[in-house]
C-alpha cells in the first residue's frame, strides 16, 4: 500500500477544548451558576466569586478582535507544543472577544498585523498544528477574518 493511502488521523491538541473536528466545531467553557462567569477554556471553579458550581458552556463560532501581534519565535515550551527551529512559521495570536461572554486567546491565520484591525469580525477554525509520534495531524483552534 502506498503510503499516501494511509489517511491519517485528526487529534485535537487538548480533550474536550472544542466540541468537534468537524466544519460545526464549538470551543467548550464554562459558566458559573451563581454569577454567570463565562471562562475559556473552563475551570473548576468561578475565577470571580469562586464558586465551583461550574457547567459546561459552548462558545459562538463568531467575534470581534480585540488584540492581537505576531509571534514571531517559538513560544517556550511547554505549553507550546507547534514546530520549532527551521519549521517554525511567524503566528498571529490575539483575544477575540465572543458575544459579551468571554474574550478568548487564540492564534490567528493572519499572521500579517496590518492586515487586521479592532473589532474586525473573526470565526473559528480548526487547523493542523503538526504530525505526533503516532503519525497523527494534531489540531488547534485558530479564528479567520470573515471575508
Ligand atoms: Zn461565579
Redesign the pocket.
Known amino acids: 500500500m502506498a503510503l499516501s493511502q494511509i489517511e491519517m488521523a485528526r487529534v485535537p491538541i487538548t480533550e474536550g477544548i472544542f466540541t468537534s473536528l468537524g466544519d460545526e466545531a464549538q470551543l467548550v467553557g464554562g459558566r ?6 463565562v471562562t475559556f477554556p473552563s475551570q473548576g471553579s ?6 465551583t ?2 457547567a459546561e458552556h459552548l462558545l459562538p463560532r463568531r467575534g470581534r478582535l480585540w488584540a492581537w501581534t505576531t509571534q514571531n519565535y517559538p513560544p517556550p515550551s511547554p505549553p507550546y507544543a507547534g514546530p520549532t527551529g527551521r519549521d517554525f512559521a511567524p503566528f498571529g495570536i490575539g483575544y477575540v472577544e465572543l458575544g459579551d461572554d468571554v474574550r478568548v486567546e487564540t492564534r490567528l491565520t493572519e499572521a500579517d498585523p496590518d492586515a487586521l484591525s479592532t473589532g474586525m469580525e473573526m470565526a473559528l477554525t480548526l487547523i493542523p498544528l503538526r504530525t505526533d509520534e503516532d503519525g497523527n495531524e494534531v489540531v488547534t483552534f485558530a479564528f479567520e477574518p470573515v471575508a
Open positions: 458559573c451558576a451563581a454569577c454567570g462567569m468561578c475565577p470571580r466569586c469562586a464558586s458550581d461550574m
